[in-house]
């Protein structure tokens, strides 16, 4: 299942190629993070198995540095996935099925009545496609957890880290750079009578789609409202024109005003 | 039947013939089903008057029981969205009870039965009920009380006196856990009332503490870093809050310090495994070492020689 010999060379980081059969790990590159596939028979179909290597993608130092370490076969980083045509596979990019805290390298103080835009950015998860299905979501990043909120009645969130970059242009030699990167634009408003340290930013991606323009991938524009029971995220307008939509929101506007509305109801009945 | 006696008493004094056929048809009427009789105790049970009483009876059995099925199916779901598990549940309980208390009182009274002598004969036996059924009604206002508290739900891991499983179901009497090598466990509500419940799982998050002891002569700064870093490199400790480290004190075989790293409740058990191997990787990496029991034996020249069950401030 898991070949000896990988091969390596540069291709576009999301798209569509044919199952790599006969040729060892195919070399996806994400940065500085390599996701590599890899196919075998399997009676009429076959298994595709992917892994996600951190750091320097799993290469070794020294003079062998191309030749990649792959993990053991028994190794939990392997996803492996049944498919009974010998079509192709997908890379597209996608959020992780939790909530994504972004906390900021360089918190600031926004002051009473404040407005500010600019944009944060999150690391894109690797959906695996077949069939137009996905099969199965690979974090690009080591998927980190931690805590938005507190102890009691926080939100266990992916962890991510991120500058924000004020002005209303994105910086896009910064995104094109890395292409694991989704920027989100957005817009901050303090409503409350006292100055707020913003320091982490709450990202729920089921609720957004994933857009790819010159400039990279992006999503919508977010709102964050700060007030004195809390921030509250939501979407703030439509999807820009002339962008092409990688992925589309997991949940639809109605579902999420119910599914709020519902733990909104619950929060208030329950505890 | 009087009415038949009268008409036969008429017809006394006919022809032979009639009076013949008249015989049959009284010998007929003096039973029912031809075997039964009329005038016996199994006779009047099998009365029109008792066919219509018993009809109505079990019309309102039916139709009651319908009527009640139907509400308590409302009920159930208008409460399961809007209301936890128990509460929802105890709810529906109550109405179903209600149902049939009110189902029983009407059929009763469409059996005419006389409901006051059987009050009375309730007051007596009530009493001798409310002895034998203490513990169940006790039971059952308990579960009032555990709903207002509102400790726990369905789905939570619970604590109760050295057992810990699953809440699977929460009823009026008892509450049923799955343990964790897969027994049933009921425990009356009367008990969870009284004894100490912890909800494990009551929180998104909860913390590991790690007592760990290190060997006198380490050098605490390493050992603070290297711990810290095992714990923030581990993909299951979340990142925040921050894992807390604190010397508790200087232990009998060494340093005796708490690291405490938080966990999502969802990765308890694999998180647990991962950072009690990711801190011994990290001391053994960092050249420091946990401490062993040790004892010190002072010798009559009064010159003291240290001695230990394993090697004294051995490294891992």
């Given at each position: 299942m898991?070949p000896?010999?990988p091969r390596?060379?540069?291709?576009p980081s999301?798209?569509s190629?044919?199952?790599?059969?006969d040729?060892?790990?195919?070399?996806?590159?994400?940065?500085?993070?390599?996701l590599?596939v890899?196919?075998?028979?399997?009676?009429?179909?076959?298994?595709?198995?992917?892994?996600?290597l951190?750091g320097?993608?799993g290469?070794?130092?020294g003079?062998k540095?191309?030749?990649?370490?792959?993990?053991?076969?028994g190794d939990?980083?392997?996803?492996?996935?049944?498919?009974p045509s010998?079509?192709?596979?997908?890379l597209m990019p996608?959020?992780?099925?939790l909530p994504?805290?972004?906390s900021?390298r360089?918190?600031f103080?926004?002051?009473p009545?404040?407005?500010?835009?600019?944009?944060?950015?999150?690391?894109?998860?690797?959906r695996l496609v077949?069939g137009?299905?996905?099969?199965?979501?690979l974090p690009?990043?080591r998927?980190?957890k931690t805590?938005?909120?507190?102890?009691?009645?926080?939100v266990?969130c992916?962890?991510?880290e991120?500058?924000?970059?004020?002005?209303?242009?994105l910086l896009?030699?910064?995104?094109?750079?890395?292409?694991?990167l989704i920027?989100?634009?957005v817009?901050l408003?303090?409503?409350s009578?006292?100055?707020?340290s913003?320091?982490?930013l709450?990202?729920?991606?089921e609720?957004?789609s994933v857009?790819?323009?010159?400039?990279?991938?992006?999503?919508?524009r977010?709102?964050?409202?700060?007030?004195?029971?809390?921030v509250?995220?939501?979407?703030d307008?439509a999807?820009p024109?002339?962008?092409?939509v990688?992925?589309?929101p997991?949940v639809s506007?109605?579902?999420?005003?119910i599914e709020?509305?519902?733990?909104?109801w619950?929060?208030?009945t329950?505890? | 039947?009087?009415?038949?006696?009268?008409?036969?008493?008429?017809?006394?004094?006919?022809?032979p013939?009639?009076e013949?056929?008249?015989?049959?048809?009284?010998?007929?009427?003096d039973?029912?089903l031809g075997?039964?009789p009329?005038?016996?105790?199994?006779g009047r049970i099998?009365?029109?008057?008792?066919a219509?009483?018993?009809?109505?009876?079990?019309l309102?059995?039916?139709?009651?029981l319908?009527?009640?099925?139907?509400?308590?199916?409302?009920?159930?779901r208008?409460?399961?969205r809007?209301m936890?598990a128990?509460t929802?549940?105890?709810?529906?309980?109550?109405?179903?009870?209600?149902?049939f208390?009110?189902?029983?009182i009407n059929?009763?009274e469409?059996?005419?039965?006389d409901?006051?002598?059987?009050?009375?004969a309730?007051?007596i036996a009530?009493?001798?009920?409310g002895?034998?059924?203490?513990?169940?009604?006790?039971n059952?206002?308990?579960?009032f009380f555990?709903m207002?508290?509102k400790?726990f739900a369905?789905?939570d891991?619970?604590?109760?006196?050295g057992?810990?499983?699953?809440v699977?179901?929460?009823d009026?009497?008892?509450v049923?856990l799955r343990?964790?090598d897969?027994?049933?466990?009921?425990i009356?509500?009367?008990?969870l009332?009284k004894?100490?419940?912890?909800?494990?799982?009551?929180?998104?998050a909860?913390r590991?503490?790690?007592k760990?002891?290190?060997?006198y002569?380490?050098?605490m700064?390493?050992?603070?870093t290297?711990?810290?870093g095992?714990v923030?490199?581990?993909?299951?400790?979340l990142?925040?809050?921050?894992?807390?480290?604190?010397?508790?004190?200087?232990?009998?075989n060494?340093i005796d310090v708490?690291?405490?790293?938080?966990?999502?409740a969802d990765?308890?058990?694999?998180?647990?495994?991962?950072l009690?191997?990711?801190?011994?990787a990290?001391?053994?990496?960092?050249?420091?070492g946990?401490?062993y029991?040790?004892?010190?034996v002072?010798?009559?020249?009064?010159?003291?020689q240290?001695?230990a069950?394993q090697?004294?401030g051995?490294?891992?």
């Amino acid at each position: 299942m898991i070949p000896e010999k990988p091969r390596s060379g540069e291709r576009p980081s999301w798209g569509s190629w044919p199952l790599p059969k006969d040729e060892g790990a195919r070399e996806h590159r994400f940065g500085d993070t390599t996701l590599v596939v890899a196919a075998d028979k399997a009676g009429e179909g076959d298994v595709l198995a992917a892994a996600v290597l951190y750091g320097r993608g799993g290469r070794t130092p020294g003079k062998k540095s191309r030749v990649l370490a792959l993990p053991p076969p028994g190794d939990p980083a392997w996803k492996r996935v049944h498919t009974p045509s010998a079509g192709d596979y997908s890379l597209m990019p996608g959020y992780p099925s939790l909530p994504v805290c972004l906390s900021l390298r360089q918190p600031f103080i926004l002051a009473p009545g404040a407005r500010v835009e600019g944009w944060i950015c999150s690391h894109a998860e690797a959906r695996l496609v077949l069939g137009g299905a996905e099969a199965v979501s690979l974090p690009l990043a080591r998927p980190y957890k931690t805590l938005y909120g507190s102890p009691e009645s926080g939100v266990v969130c992916r962890h991510d880290e991120t500058d924000f970059l004020a002005g209303d242009e994105l910086l896009l030699a910064s995104l094109k750079s890395d292409p694991r990167l989704i920027a989100h634009p957005v817009r901050l408003h303090n409503a409350s009578s006292a100055p707020v340290s913003v320091a982490e930013l709450c990202v729920y991606g089921e609720q957004l789609s994933v857009l790819a323009d010159a400039g990279g991938l992006r999503s919508e524009r977010l709102s964050f409202v700060f007030s004195e029971s809390g921030v509250k995220m939501r979407l703030d307008g439509a999807v820009p024109q002339g962008s092409a939509v990688l992925a589309k929101p997991r949940v639809s506007g109605e579902e999420r005003f119910i599914e709020r509305s519902f733990e909104v109801w619950k929060a208030i009945t329950k505890w | 039947m009087v009415g038949t006696e009268g008409t036969l008493g008429a017809a006394a004094g006919q022809e032979p013939a009639l009076e013949a056929a008249a015989e049959t048809a009284a010998e007929g009427a003096d039973t029912i089903l031809g075997f039964i009789p009329a005038d016996g105790v199994l006779g009047r049970i099998f009365s029109m008057d008792t066919a219509l009483k018993v009809g109505r009876v079990a019309l309102i059995i039916v139709a009651g029981l319908v009527l009640v099925g139907l509400a308590v199916s409302i009920l159930r779901r208008m409460t399961r969205r809007r209301m936890d598990a128990r509460t929802s549940a105890l709810l529906v309980k109550l109405a179903q009870y209600l149902g049939f208390a009110l189902i029983a009182i009407n059929a009763f009274e469409a059996a005419e039965v006389d409901l006051s002598a059987l009050l009375g004969a309730a007051g007596i036996a009530g009493i001798a009920l409310g002895f034998a059924a203490q513990t169940s009604v006790s039971n059952f206002i308990s579960g009032f009380f555990l709903m207002s508290d509102k400790t726990f739900a369905q789905g939570d891991v619970l604590s109760v006196n050295g057992l810990t499983g699953v809440v699977t179901a929460v009823d009026a009497l008892s509450v049923k856990l799955r343990t964790f090598d897969n027994q049933l466990v009921r425990i009356p509500n009367e008990t969870l009332i009284k004894a100490d419940v912890a909800n494990v799982t009551r929180y998104p998050a909860r913390r590991l503490d790690m007592k760990l002891t290190l060997t006198y002569g380490t050098d605490m700064d390493a050992a603070r870093t290297a711990l810290v870093g095992a714990v923030l490199g581990d993909v299951y400790a979340l990142r925040k809050p921050e894992p807390l480290f604190l010397v508790r004190g200087l232990g009998d075989n060494g340093i005796d310090v708490l690291l405490g790293a938080w966990l999502a409740a969802d990765d308890w058990v694999e998180g647990t495994n991962s950072l009690y191997s990711s801190v011994v990787a990290a001391l053994s990496e960092a050249g420091l070492g946990l401490a062993y029991p040790t004892i010190t034996v002072l010798q009559d020249d009064g010159a003291p020689q240290k001695t230990a069950r394993q090697p004294s401030g051995a490294r891992r």
